[in-house]
Nanobody, 120 residues
């Protein structure tokens, strides 16, 4: 059973920073493509960042390039999303997902429950 648990969301002012964490007990992040996906009520889910199993670097949505950084700590079975220079349009429910491909949201079979990020 794959379990993904997000944390670190909250409310910040524009220009602020948040770091989201995704604990993956029982799953080694290096064995899966891992991604962060966000959703605003009434809109489609959007792939924000993804990290592959092999070398080659992460992938980011154009809307967050240069501001967000995805990483993982395999020893802690945890993935992170550092979000800098946050903007009101970054407000969304952020999901951690595993087992998919790149930013293609509907390829991911495993999902967490999400953590809310609100930027004012």
């Amino acid at each position: 059973h794959v379990q993904l648990v997000e944390s670190g969301g909250g409310s910040v002012q524009a220009g602020g920073t948040l770091t989201l964490s995704c604990a993956t007990p029982g799953l080694t992040p290096s064995g899966y493509c891992m991604g962060w996906i966000r959703q605003v009520p009434g809109k489609e889910r959007e792939g924000v960042a993804a990290l592959y199993t092999t070398a080659g670097g992460p992938t980011y949505a154009d809307s967050v390039k240069g501001r967000f950084s995805i990483s993982r700590d395999n020893a802690k079975s945890t993935m992170y999303l550092q979000m800098n220079d946050l903007k009101p349009e970054d407000t969304a429910l952020y999901y951690c997902a595993a087992g998919g491909w790149s930013l293609q949201v509907y390829t991911y079979p495993y999902w967490g429950r999400g953590t809310q990020v609100t930027v004012s």
